[in-house]
Structures are given as structure tokens and as C-alpha cells.
């Protein structure tokens, strides 16, 4: 007969599992709309020259014909972001622990998705900070910056509107319009009662009974736009006021943009395609504190 101080030498109280959990990742979408360039051998900066459009004049016969010379600018491209991930074990874990082989073998996929990560957010953040804060950014007229307007400063059905007049008035090609949205808007979308009323717009009959977005695009396009839902937009860090709206710190941007393969949104390049190093660390920083005691 076993006394109770024996049973608690053969009851393993805590059971560890062979699987890892791993944290869900959402689909990273920025890379697919930058024009990645190629031509960039050395150097930091990259220059790419443009002109400008002929001008028009009025002529009548016997009159000297008028010459103008073309205007010209300059877009420069520079790398200035260097990217690191790093991880590391002790050899007394690497002994130790059970997991020692899932866990080394996490490590280059975790460090590229965490690159990739960074990048996208930078990609998706080029146009919100690329643009004047507090201002309406105008081009021909039009508004390209401005406070959603839907109550409390949400985007609303108007908005993806005037997002397409104003790529209109900016020359924009209207093939493969694209929006980049927040869940937010997805959901004010999915809420809206002139939408889930059917008996007022059967067009959206689709939307009522499966929902705006399924994995990340939108099933209907809304004024020309296909719209995709990112948790990774640009977020204001300080409060902003266009016109007579505000917004609080921690709206978001959301995109309206043009992937028409001539005229791509953005521009990127990358000099060296990610490398992986592994050193070993043969003095413990312990040990470099004490001779410095010493």
C-alpha cells in the first residue's frame, strides 16, 4: 500500500505539450503595388529625370512660329533604411529544453516575417507621409487628404466618391483601382442600413447575406474600387484637423490609389536580399562584468 507522500512521486502534475502554439499572422499585401527597381548599382541615391508636356499656341499665317523649351525635374530615390532581425539561445537552453529543435528551426522564418512585417508597414505608410499633415493635399482642385464623412469621422460610401473624383482630376489611370482599408471600415460598411435594407438596393443582395470582405478583398467593388482590409495603415501620432473635422490620435489612413501596371503607387528597391550570420558567444557577459569588478 502506497502512502500519500510516495503518491506524489508518481503524479506528474504538469504536462507539457510537443506542439507550439503559434500567434496568427495576417496576409501582408504592400509588395504587390511597389515598382521595384533594378537598375541601382551603387551609390545611395538613385536620380530619375522627367519632362514635361509641349505647349499650344494660337498662329496666323505670316506670323513667326513661338518655341518653348521643354520643362524637366528630377525624382531622387535614396536607400536609407538598413534592417536587422536577430535571435539568439544559450547553450544551456539548447541542452535543456525539449524544444530546442522546433525552436532553432523558427528562427529564419520569424526574422523574415518580421522584415517583411516592417516592410509592409513602411510601404503602406509612404503616402500618408508623404503627404502635408493637417492639410488637404490639393491637386487640380481636388482634395487627396481628408476626414472620413461618416459620423464620428468614419469612412462612408461618399468617401470611396470623392476618392475617385480626385484620382480623376489628378490624371490617374482608373484601371485597378484599389483600397486599402481598415477593419473598422469594413465593418461600417457591413452595418450601413441603406445596404442591408434589400428591398432599397438589391445590388448589394451579395453583401447582406455573406458579408463585404471574404479573406482579404471585398466580394463587390465599390465605385470602381477593389478593397482590402490591412491591420498594418499608417496610424496618426499626433491629432489632425482638415477643414472643420478633426481626428484623434490613432486614426487611420486609409489608401486610395491606383495599381494600373504603367503607373505603379510606389517605388522601392533593395540593394541585398536578406543574408543570415550565426556566431557563437564565447565570453558570458557575466564574466566580462566581473574582471571589470576585478
Known amino acids: 500500500m502506497f502512502s500519500v507522500a510516495q503518491n506524489d512521486h508518481l503524479i506528474r502534475t504538469n504536462i507539457w505539450s510537443p506542439k507550439l502554439k503559434e500567434i496568427l499572422e495576417d496576409e501582408l499585401m504592400g509588395w504587390r503595388y511597389v515598382d521595384m527597381i533594378s537598375d541601382f548599382p551603387d551609390g545611395e541615391t538613385l536620380n530619375i529625370p522627367s519632362i514635361g508636356q509641349a505647349q499650344v499656341h494660337n498662329f496666323a499665317e505670316g506670323q513667326k512660329a513661338i518655341y518653348n523649351g521643354m520643362d524637366t525635374g528630377n525624382f531622387t530615390f535614396s536607400i536609407t533604411e538598413y534592417l536587422q532581425s536577430g535571435m539568439y539561445i544559450t547553450e544551456k537552453m539548447k541542452q535543456d529544453s525539449f524544444y530546442t529543435g522546433r525552436l532553432v528551426s523558427s528562427f529564419i522564418p520569424k526574422m523574415h516575417r518580421a522584415l517583411a512585417k516592417r516592410i509592409e508597414m513602411d510601404i503602406l505608410s509612404i503616402g500618408p507621409l508623404g503627404q502635408t499633415a493637417a492639410n488637404a493635399n490639393t491637386i487640380f482642385g481636388a482634395d487627396h487628404r481628408w476626414v472620413g464623412s461618416g459620423t464620428s469621422e468614419t469612412i462612408d460610401i461618399t468617401d470611396f466618391a ?87 490620435v490613432g486614426a487611420v489612413n486609409n489608401l486610395f490609389f491606383s495599381a494600373s501596371q504603367d503607373v505603379l503607387p510606389f517605388v522601392g528597391a533593395i540593394r541585398q536580399a536578406p543574408k543570415v550570420d550565426s556566431e557563437y558567444n564565447k565570453v558570458p557577459t557575466t564574466l566580462l562584468n566581473l574582471l571589470s569588478r576585478i
Do not use: C
Request: glycine share 6%; aromatic share 10%.
Open 162 to 248: 470623392k476618392a475617385r473624383y480626385s484620382l480623376k482630376k489628378a490624371n490617374v489611370p482608373d484601371q485597378n483601382l484599389i483600397a486599402i482599408v481598415d477593419p473598422t471600415v469594413e465593418y461600417k460598411l457591413n452595418t450601413l442600413t441603406n445596404l442591408v435594407n434589400m428591398s432599397y438596393n438589391p445590388m448589394w443582395e451579395g453583401i447582406v447575406t455573406s458579408g463585404i470582405a471574404t479573406g482579404l478583398k471585398f466580394i463587390r467593388n465599390i465605385y470602381g474600387f477593389d478593397v482590402y482590409v490591412s491591420n498594418n495603415l499608417h496610424v496618426n501620432t499626433a491629432t489632425e484637423t482638415i477643414g472643420s473635422k478633426s481626428t484623434a
